[in-house]
């Protein structure tokens, strides 16, 4: 794998990573970023860091996905308003039923063609085939899976076994509030693909697992997001 450049960049390597890693993995804002380097010494702009975001965001983040292990073949498909630009729009997102975020894309319609693009865009990249698709009662997942010939793996209108992508919203939701709502279509699609594939890597429901279980999973995504900058 080709390694990233920072070549051109007055701050070191290292404090870019940091920024970055700071940003899409905790609820932070540009300036909270900002502040937290200021304690360790180094002085750089908002600005600076938000250019670092998108220039070197994306990028890591399609490295990260790269390196996921296979989605399970058992998706959840759910879509949540967003308001965007002053805009309402919405967010198509798609899960297995460990809470891997597969996919996302952000929709001005709610309707069949939007849920063909979500699932075109799905059975493109994913290297499984689906098992099942679980759905809410949204009339236009039905007449996409028609289309497709996939109507024999829909699992309609069962919102507790739904549970799992309703679930997976709420981190977005903390981010929209932090950053004030999205400004843009285009990017609201940027920072919610990056901060997917972040998401996907650090995600550790401690809660279910053993301590020494919890410090494992932290090494291998300590390493997964080190091998990804590098």
């Known amino acids: 794998m080709k390694s990233i450049s920072f070549k051109r960049h007055r701050f070191p390597?290292?404090?870019?990573?940091?920024?970055?890693?700071?940003?899409?993995?905790?609820?932070?804002?540009?300036?909270?970023v900002e502040e937290l380097l200021a304690q360790r010494g180094i002085d750089v702009s908002y600005e600076t860091i938000r250019c670092w975001t998108i220039k070197?965001?994306?990028l890591i983040a399609r490295r990260l996905k790269r390196r996921r292990?296979?989605?399970?073949?058992?998706?959840?498909?759910?879509e949540m308003v967003c308001s965007i630009g002053g805009k309402r729009m919405y967010l198509w997102r798609a899960v297995?039923?460990?809470?891997?975020?597969?996919?996302?894309?952000?929709q001005r319609r709610r309707d069949t063609e939007a849920a063909l693009r979500l699932l075109r865009r799905l059975l493109h990249s994913q290297p499984v085939e689906p098992q099942t698709i679980t759905t809410d009662g949204l009339a236009s997942y039905g007449a996409a899976l028609d289309v497709l010939d996939?109507?024999?793996?829909?699992?309609?209108?069962?919102?507790?076994?739904?549970?799992?992508a309703e679930n997976s919203h709420l981190p977005i939701r903390r981010r929209e509030r932090q950053q004030q709502r999205f400004k843009s279509q285009a990017s609201a699609q940027r920072f919610?693909?990056?901060?997917?594939?972040?998401?996907?890597t650090f995600s550790i429901q401690?809660?279910?697992?053993?301590?020494?279980?919890?410090?494992?999973?932290?090494?291998?995504?300590?390493?997964a997001w080190a091998a990804a900058v590098a």
């Open 150 to 164: 996939l109507r024999h793996l829909h699992r309609p209108g069962r919102l507790r076994e739904n549970n799992r």
């Open 96 to 106: 297995d039923d460990e809470g891997e975020v597969m996919d996302l894309v952000v």
């Open 56 to 58: 070197f965001g994306p």
């Open 206 to 223: 401690r809660h279910l697992i053993s301590r020494p279980t919890l410090r494992r999973f932290r090494v291998e995504a300590a390493t």
């Open 192 to 200: 919610l693909t990056t901060h997917a594939a972040i998401y996907n």
């Open 69 to 78: 292990p296979s989605p399970s073949p058992h998706w959840h498909l759910d």
């Open 13 to 32: 390597a290292d404090v870019i990573r940091h920024a970055v890693w700071l940003y899409f993995r905790f609820s932070l804002s540009f300036r909270d």
